[in-house]
Each structure stands twice: as C-alpha cells, then as structure tokens.
C-alpha cells in the first residue's frame, strides 16, 4: 500500500505540470476570417503554427470560397502550398496558369512572385509552409478581370 501512495505521490503531479506544457491548436478550426485588404472573396486563415528559434517555418491553413484570389505577393524564404480540399489556381511571374487540386503539393522559391486562389467553381483550402518571420510583400493587385481571363483558360472541361 505504501508503494502505492508513495508512486500516486510522485507521478500526479508530473502528469498534472505535463499536461499543462502543450500548445495544442486544431486543424479542424476554420480560423478567422482575413481582411480584405490583399485579395478579392472571401478567405479564412487559421495559424497553425509559427516560425521561431527552435522551428524555422509556419504552417497557415486558409480556406477561400469559390471566386477568390490573392494580389500578387512574394516570400523571403520558400513556400510551400499543400491543398488538402478543392480545386484552385497557381501562377508565378512569366509562367502560364494552372489548376491546382486536392493533393498537389506546390513549392515556390523564395522571392519568386506569385499569386493562387480558388477556382470560380470551387472553395480551396491549402496549407501554407513558410520560413523566416519576415512578412508578404505584395506587389500588383490581381484584377478581376485577369482572374477571369486565367479562369477560362482553366475551364473545366
């Protein structure tokens, strides 16, 4: 009995001051909706995780409705682009357009310019790996008119 007590004694309060020490965050929270300031729609990010001295890069989900995009922007470091629901589109500067969809893993080199969005016919939600703790340089706004143009030139078939 006496070992026991005396291993209750010693292993609660480990299990007590352990539990306290995790930082848990949940994938399945849908974020806070972004404001609208870099982007045409409606778009959603949840900061999954971020960058610092013992992990060198975040990981943000963002979910954007059907019909929205991101202005023209660039990172210091890669980034790298996990859709994990829906279809979208992915551009960097000088190259054609492309469909992007649940599965594909894109990279983009650092300070490579480039913009994705969803498709004008489905919701898109990626997750986003980036480094450093510099933030987005915008470039250009994305007009509507060229999303729609890059839209019908992705068309569905």
């Not at 729609?41 to 610092?52: I, T, V």
């Not at 409705?65 to 994990?84: E, G, K, P, Y």
Request: glycine share 6%; net charge negative; with cysteine.
């Amino acid at each position: 009995m006496k070992k026991i007590i005396y291993f209750l004694f010693l292993s609660v309060p480990m299990i007590v001051f352990s539990q306290s020490e995790y930082k848990i965050t949940s994938y399945n929270d849908k974020g806070n909706r972004a404001p609208n300031t870099h982007y045409l729609g409606d778009a959603w990010l949840n900061s999954l995780l971020q960058s610092d001295q013992e992990l060198p890069y975040g990981i943000t989900k963002a979910t954007f409705r059907a019909n929205s995009t991101l202005d023209w922007h660039f990172h210091t470091s890669a980034q790298v682009l996990i859709i994990v629901k829906g279809e979208g589109y992915y551009q960097e500067r000088g190259k054609k357009p492309i469909r992007m969809k649940t599965g594909d893993i894109i990279k983009c080199d650092k300070e490579t310019e480039h913009w994705h969005a969803s498709s004008k016919e489905e919701d898109v939600t990626y997750l986003a790996l980036y480094g450093g703790t510099q933030p987005t340089t915008w470039t250009e706004v994305l007009t509507q008119e060229y999303y729609d143009e890059v839209a019908n030139e992705l068309k569905k078939e």
